[in-house]
């Protein structure tokens, strides 16, 4: 049986300055906050360039030549932006030429997904390898992956 009376151990010094510690490194964190002005801590900062995300689908799948073309890119980027133009390029893979879709000038492109339509007729059968690609400045920014589609 346990007596009544129980021997009380002594802070060691040790232990004693961590308990004064703990609420005093707490205090300066306070300090630091309200001093400064800062009240959200930064995580990272963006990168200059903005990530864009984008997904195709192609209809139809395989088309005939003259019938219309659709392709419905899902897009979104990792901050508000604005790009120059967008289109959905094109290039019949056995000349090389170009036969990129309408593009959409200053187009606003958005955290949240958002889907935007393009649409053209392709005269020549063959195939063709397809992307969407977005211009901030200048030069084109190609998105990957590319996809190829034969006309019929």
């Known amino acids: 049986?346990?007596?009544?009376?129980?021997?009380?151990?002594?802070?060691?010094?040790?232990?004693?300055?961590?308990?004064?510690?703990?609420?005093?490194?707490?205090?300066?964190?306070?300090?630091t906050v309200v001093l400064t002005g800062e009240r959200d801590v930064p995580v990272a900062d963006l990168p200059p360039t903005p990530t864009i995300l984008a997904t195709l689908r192609l209809e139809p799948r395989t088309p005939e030549a003259g019938e219309e073309v659709v392709v419905r890119a899902t897009v979104s980027a990792d901050r508000p932006i604005t790009v120059r133009a967008l289109t959905v390029q094109v290039v019949r893979n056995s000349t090389n030429e170009s036969r990129d879709f309408p593009p959409l000038n200053e187009h606003s492109i958005g955290t949240t997904a958002q889907e935007i339509t393009f649409r053209r007729t392709f005269d020549a059968p063959g195939e063709y390898t397809y992307l969407l690609a977005y211009r901030l400045d200048d030069d084109w920014v190609r998105l990957k992956p590319w996809q190829t589609f034969k006309v019929r």
């Open 1 to 31: 049986m346990a007596s009544d009376t129980e021997t009380v151990q002594p802070l060691s010094r040790t232990r004693f300055l961590l308990l004064l510690g703990v609420p005093a490194l707490v205090v300066v964190l306070v300090l």
